[in-house]
């Protein structure tokens, strides 16, 4: 009889019990209630999000516990001792079992009656009656509604399996009867697989319900599997609230549902609802339920299947439709409430998919682990249901079902459009783990799906030809696990330069690049990695070089730009693979590690196929693991021979663990072209819209990269300058910054590796260490963030650091520092790129020297400082540059005023040759520091006798300048004019006698006797 309660039990976990705890806050809010919710835990789930948000919890104990009878394992969930103890512990008043577990136990409901506690359900007499499979098909048949052929009752020996399955023919299902989820449903094609089936299904049900019964039943092929969702009062009203569509599964596990059926018509749909209505008040049914029909498109028939006394997992596309809300309807019924006037139609579409911690690439076998990422967008029309957030745990012992994501919309295109677009908006990582989010993605963009041109083996049939994944953007997840192997590496490097660096001996490995050894769906592939910069690579096969770029968005997402255009990424290294998901296209890249096979998830050792020495094939089964009450094989990846065993039955293992080893056939690199991945296949023709730098830009950048320590091969090093000097323009101020940035790089590493000692340290008291012991002993206690080391020291390193995109000397400097290091250590690789860059200046000085500023002067100054020891060629050219840009031009300068004072002197004399400073400026041109003759050979041709007689006297002078001349006359053709002769003493100069001159005029002191000469 219906009665109040408040402390309501939650006999379920995850997903459900959250379900429930909103049902009850949102039914007290609007009634005035004051339900409390307890939730009964097992140990794995102690801080789970069911647990937090509950008013109460108690604990189960552990999650699996050894049945006393039989002695296997089974849920703690399904004890009835444990449960008991949990409910009077509790004080509870009320228990909510939702689906899964003792949802559908008639004993569990026998206990609470005992107890005293209200069970919101069905009564244990009704569940034995319709929750019971092979009752419920009896009174079916007793109903006048059809059901497929089957064995008319329990089966409970192989010898009555064998019997009826003549009978019923094959294919057909060995069924448990109690139960759900797809558990404990085995398909027999033939005979000879009726035993292992029968017992594997008896097993499996145990363990999960604690009932073994099974029956049998043929196997309606290309059917759809269509339900109605009933609730009823215990007044005699059933309201038959809508029909769902649950055809898409695999091993009868439901993937996707939707409401209303597309495959019914209006009046199908009516009379599907019809036969439920008159089936559960039949069995005088109340509270929630399913009745579950197959139906056959060609014949346009149902047949009943079975009637699941509990709500459905899938109920949230029945409420979007109808505005109903389910549990708050169970918890109105079971407090005697009324089912008032006529269901509510429904309205628009629903699609609900499951998120599962599975591997669709492994057979979609469990793949449980702790969630590290968890996003799930929403929107208009989008709905999540789920029990986890981010840093929960997915246990192993339990369903690996960790949300549902719905949508709904005005009709089917729009509902599909809004599910879409919230799985490609989504990101899941689940460390240790997988899930089958993006196959999800992938499933609703197939046109069987947009058409809904499905049955309830469609997706098996998929998975057996290997064609539910997708081999879109394969190339592109090769090249980002090549990518992040290489990272992966390159962690272990730095660890190691670190360690190195504190006993004083800082090392690194001296080979450019790294070679990743890669398996992708059976087939290997072998790629070299260049790390070029912070964001840059180059993947290098053997036909080709592959750009890439990659943009870090946040922990596990990426935007990878690849093949002209960029990819959304979200990636996640598993140990000893890769989950890759690119633009929502999933895929899972091995490491080959010399034929080991892995664990997939956390799992226990089942059974094992083989021994060493056996021949395996692609495929074959090698051993049988068991997780999340799922049993999985673990198939061959590649043939070969069994090498080693490492596994032994009944042990627990965890992801990656390795399980036995394979030795590779002969032939298995012998590839069929198209089974491998082609890369560049993901090209788009299109580009990404960007402009294109210039050959020579792009070889100077990676020059760049050179200077910074990064992967350049250097046999690509004197190809690169040749094209660089070849295609580089010759005025161009983005060449000139980017050939200077290479400059300083090189400048402010090689700074930091100074062995002199430091002379000018106003600490030091003295001779002070070196830069390069300063930088040792920063590497030894980078937690320090340089204290007490010098400013000037500080200073240059954060100058170096900067090129790197560092600023700060915070962790994210460790890395920079490790390239900085083998910056250092590839200094010969450099050398040749300086001296281009700096031959190239000289060579362009008359067009480049206008443009170079102070900056570039003391840059050359500091290349000069920091060359002159090891590097006299770079020194030497450094020298020469600076004179061409820098210290010419002021001697030119200088020169050009010198010439043009003697100009105006002339020209004054030339106007004024009496003038009254005559000697004072003859004295200023004689002691002029330059050289004139080839400037007086151009004015003598036109000067008047005054002015020729000026020149000759200060070349005279000039030339005598060791001398002292005294009655020094000239002599002119046909003139005769004696000079006023100055005794003066001139400074000692040299200078050319000009032809020109002497063919003009001579001196008349070489017809003097030399007594007038006073030396």
């Keep these: ?136 098909k009896l ?38 009867t109690a139960g759900g989820g797809g558990q404990g449903i085995r398909v027999v094609h033939s005979p000879n697989e009726l035993a292992n089936c029968f017992e594997n299904a008896r097993s499996q049900v145990f363990k999960a319900f604690g009932n073994p019964t099974v029956f049998l039943e043929q196997l309606v092929q290309r059917a759809r599997h269509v339900e109605v969702q009933i609730i009823a009062d215990h007044y005699g009203t059933t309201w038959a609230c809508g029909v769902r569509d649950c055809t898409i599964q695999r091993r009868h596990q439901k993937i996707l549902e939707e409401a209303p059926s597309p495959a019914l018509t209006a009046e199908q749909d009516q009379a599907l609802r019809d036969a439920a209505v008159r089936l559960s008040q039949a069995a005088h049914y109340s509270n929630a339920g399913t009745v579950e029909f197959l139906y056959q498109p060609e014949t346009q028939k149902f047949s009943f299947m079975e009637m699941n006394t509990r709500l459905q997992v899938e109920h949230p596309v029945t409420e979007c439709t109808t505005g109903l809300d389910l549990v708050k309807l169970q918890l109105h019924v079971a407090m005697g409430g009324h089912l008032e006037g006529e269901p509510p139609r429904a309205h628009g579409h629903a699609i609900e998919v499951r998120l599962n ?19 799930i967008v929403t929107g208009p029309g989008v709905r999540v249901d789920t029990g986890i957030t981010e840093g929960d745990a997915v246990a192993p012992e339990f369903d690996s079902m960790i949300a549902k994501i719905i949508a709904y919309g005005q009709n089917r295109k729009e509902a599909l459009a809004r599910l879409q677009r919230a799985l490609r908006e989504s990101v899941v990582v689940i460390k240790g783990g997988t899930s089958n989010k993006a196959f999800l993605q992938q499933l609703l963009s197939r046109a069987e799906v947009q058409r809904s041109e499905v049955d309830i083996g469609w997706l098996d049939r998929l998975a057996a030809n290997g064609e539910h994944l997708s081999r879109r953007f394969a190339d592109v997840a090769l090249l980002a696990a090549a ?37 992708y769906r059976g087939q290997a592939y072998s790629l070299k990695v260049y790390r070029l910069g912070r964001q840059e690579y180059v993947v290098e096969t053997d036909e080709s070089r592959i750009p890439v770029r990659i943009e870090t968005l946040g922990q596990f997402e990426y935007w990878f730009t690849a093949f002209g255009r960029s990819f959304h990424l979200v990636s ?39 021994k060493p020495g056996d021949t395996v094939s692609v495929g074959d089964r090698l051993a049988v693991l068991e997780a999340m009450k799922m049993e999985m094989a673990v198939v061959a990846p590649f043939s070969g021979k069994v090498r080693h065993v490492m596994i032994i039955p009944n042990v627990q293992v965890d992801t990656g663990a390795p399980l036995l080893q394979i030795e590779p056939a002969a032939d298995e690199n012998a590839v069929v072209a198209t089974d491998r991945v082609v890369l560049g296949a993901s090209r788009t023709s299109a580009g990404n819209g960007k402009a294109t730098p210039s050959s020579g830009y ?88 340089g204290e007490g080391l010098p400013p000037a020291f500080v200073e240059a390193l954060r100058r170096t650091l900067a090129h790197y995109g560092v600023h700060t000397l915070d962790p994210e400097l460790e890395e920079s520092l490790l390239w900085i290091y083998k910056s250092h250590r590839r200094v010969e690789q450099q050398v040749a790129p300086v001296l281009g860059v700096l031959e190239r200046r000289l060579r362009l000085a008359e067009v480049l020297a206008p443009h170079a500023g102070e900056s570039l002067r003391k840059l050359l100054d500091q290349i000069i400082s920091v060359t002159g020891e090891f590097f006299p060629a770079i020194s030497d050219l450094a020298r020469e540059v600076r004179y061409r840009y820098f210290d010419q031009p002021l001697f030119d300068g200088a020169r050009q005023q010198i010439y043009s004072k003697v ?90 006698n000009s032809r020109k001159l002497r063919r003009q005029c001579f001196l008349c002191w070489r017809k003097c006797p030399p007594t007038m000469i006073s030396r």
């Design 903 to 992: 100009e105006d002197h002339l020209a004054y004399l030339a106007a004024n040759p009496k003038a009254a400073d005559r000697h004072e400026r003859i004295r200023e041109m004689v002691e002029c520091p330059q050289p004139l003759v080839s400037l007086f050979a151009d004015r003598f041709a036109v000067a008047d006798s005054a002015l020729r007689q000026s020149i000759l006297e200060v070349l005279t002078w000039r030339y005598y300048r060791i001398r002292t001349l005294e009655h020094c006359r000239s002599l002119v053709p046909n003139t005769s004019m004696r000079a006023n002769a100055s005794t003066f003493s001139p400074p000692t100069q040299t200078i050319r």
């Design 572 to 610: 996640v290294f598993q140990g000893v693979n890769y989950r890759i998901e690119v633009d929502g296209v999933p895929h899972r890249i091995d490491r080959d590690d010399g034929g080991v096979v892995h664990a997939p998830a956390p799992a226990v050792v089942v059974s094992i196929a083989v």
């Design 139 to 176: 009174l079916a048949e007793q109903a006048q509604i059809p059901v497929t052929p089957w064995s008319g009752g329990p089966v409970e020996t192989l010898a009555d399996a064998c019997r009826h399955a003549e009978r019923i023919g094959y294919p057909l299902l060995v069924k448990a």
């Design 698 to 785: 792009e070889n100077l950048e990676v020059l760049r990269q050179l200077m910074l320590g990064f992967d350049v091969d250097p046999k690509h090093t004197a190809r690169l300058l040749a094209e660089w000097t070849r295609n580089s323009p010759t005025d161009s101020e983005e060449i000139r910054q980017l050939e200077e940035e290479i400059l300083n790089i090189f400048v402010d590493i090689r700074s930091l590796f100074q062995r002199q000692p430091t002379l000018d340290d106003p600490n030091s008291g003295g001779e002070a260490p070196s830069a390069e012991a300063y930088l040792f002993s920063y590497l030894r206690m980078l937690e320090t963030c």
């Design 1 to 136: 009889m219906p009665q109040e309660f408040q402390r309501v039990a939650i006999v379920n976990r995850g997903e459900a019990a959250m379900r429930f705890i909103h049902a009850a806050r949102e039914f007290n809010l609007e009634r005035g209630t004051s339900l409390c919710t307890i939730a009964l835990f097992t140990e794995p789930d102690r801080h789970a999000m069911f647990v937090r948000e509950a008013d109460e919890a108690i604990s189960l104990g552990p999650a699996q516990i050894i049945d006393p009878g039989t002695h296997s394992s089974k849920s703690s969930y399904v004890d009835y001792g444990r449960l008991e103890r949990a409910l009077v512990a509790a004080r509870a008043d009320a228990v909510w079992v939702g689906w899964g577990f003792v949802a559908e136990q008639a004993e569990f409901a026998d206990l609470c009656r005992e107890l005293g506690i209200v069970f919101i359900g069905p009564s244990a007499d009704v569940m034995r009656l319709l929750g019971d499979k092979i009752n419920s």
């Design 357 to 375: 911690a599975e591997d669709p690439d492994n057979h979609f076998a469990a793949a449980p682990g702790s969630i590290a990422r968890f996003r």
């Design 483 to 519: 990518i992040q192997s290489y990272d992966a590496e390159l962690a272990v490097e730095q660890a190691q330069f670190y360690a190195s660096a504190v006993r004083g001996r800082p090392q690194v490995r001296s080979e450019v690049g790294r070679r990743v050894e890669l398996r």
